[in-house]
């Protein structure tokens, strides 16, 4: 018994290991950095998690090879936009200010771009158990308006009025033809027919 309790400490510390070389492995991808009278050629060093879809963990700031190949640091405040490509989809993350603390600026992902965007907040929540996981928070933006979050519960209640300047879209909201899952699908709508 103390043998089996010895190899599942052992195994537990294997597993831990492996999962902290998991989230600080680093993979090189090209990219650009946007600011606002030049755009630069980088090489981005991003974490294999925000490779696979969780954000969060560029949204502060994103680590850098210049063309020198000097390791650098990116945040928010110094760049207009970072872009990169990632298995054949083009990532784009906009510094804006963070719709939840309006002193600061963050890279939100831009999900969807026109007159009506779609911007994706990545947001650590943390679960009873104790064990953390990264929520979406979506919100749209009319034009340079303020942002406005999109949330799944009271779906057409909150939307109905937003996009009260399209008649179409509120009905198809109403019937229940876009649901609280279909965001894209919603902002494409409104660029295409509402505007």
Do not use: W
Request: include cysteine.
């Amino acid at each position: 018994s103390k043998t089996l309790i010895r190899s599942i400490k052992t195994l537990a510390l294997l597993v831990g290991i492996l999962f902290s070389f998991t989230l600080s492995a680093k993979e090189k991808i090209p990219g650009q950095i946007i600011y606002s009278h030049k755009t630069v050629e980088v090489t981005f060093l991003i974490s294999l998690p925000a490779l696979k879809g969780s954000y969060y963990f560029i949204q502060n700031r994103i680590s850098y090879l210049d063309t020198n190949g000097n390791k650098k640091v990116l945040k928010p405040k110094e760049a207009k936009e970072i872009r990169f490509t990632y298995k054949e989809k083009e990532v784009r993350m906009v510094s804006l200010t963070n719709p939840y603390y309006s002193s600061k600026r963050i890279f939100l992902k831009l999900e969807t771009d026109g007159y009506l965007k779609l911007y994706i907040y990545f947001l650590s929540v943390s679960g009873p158990s104790g064990a953390s996981s990264v929520k979406k928070n979506h919100f749209f933006q009319k034009g340079n308006k303020a942002f406005f979050e999109a949330t799944y519960r009271k779906f057409k209640k909150k939307l109905k009025p937003y996009f009260s300047d399209c008649p179409d879209l509120v009905e198809k909201i109403d019937s229940g033809e876009f649901t609280g899952s279909d965001f894209r699908r919603i902002t494409e709508y409104y660029n295409e027919s509402c505007r």
